[in-house]
Nanobody
Framework: QVQLVESGGGLVQVGDSLRLSCVAS????????MGWFRQAPGKEREFVAA????????AYVASLKGRFSISRDNAENTVYLQMSSLKPEDTGVYYC???????????????????WGPGTQVIVSS
């Protein structure tokens, strides 16, 4: 059974940095695409970043590129989201996602990811 477990969330101040981790288990992820979505209170869930675990190709929502960086460690079945210069609008629940199958793409749509973690809360306080 596929399992994604996020960690690294918490309460931080404006301008701080955080690194989220997602440990995957249950299958081989080295050819999947994995990524992060987030949902702020009262808002729609939105795409943040994704990475193709096979070749490292990445995709970001334009508004976050430059502050957020996604990476992966295939040997550890782990995907990271490095977040810097955090703002109050970055507050939300961050979900790790996995396509569930090998792909050459880096999807940005939620319905292309079949496996989701339970989420980790990030609160950026001003």
């Amino acid at each position: 059974q596929v399992q994604l477990v996020e960690s690294g969330g918490g309460l931080v101040q404006v301008g701080d940095s955080l690194r989220l981790s997602c440990v995957a288990s249950g299958r081989t992820f080295s050819r999947d695409a994995m990524g992060w979505f987030r949902q702020a209170p009262g808002k729609e869930r939105e795409f943040v970043a994704a990475i193709n675990c096979r070749d490292g190709q990445t995709a970001y929502v334009a508004s976050l590129k430059g502050r957020f960086s996604i990476s992966r460690d295939n040997a550890e079945n782990t995907v990271y989201l490095q977040m810097s210069s955090l703002k109050p609008e970055d507050t939300g629940v961050y979900y790790c996602v996995d396509t569930g199958f090998a792909t050459v793409r880096v999807p940005t749509a939620a319905n292309e990811y079949h496996n989701w973690g339970p989420g980790t809360q990030v609160i950026v306080s001003s």
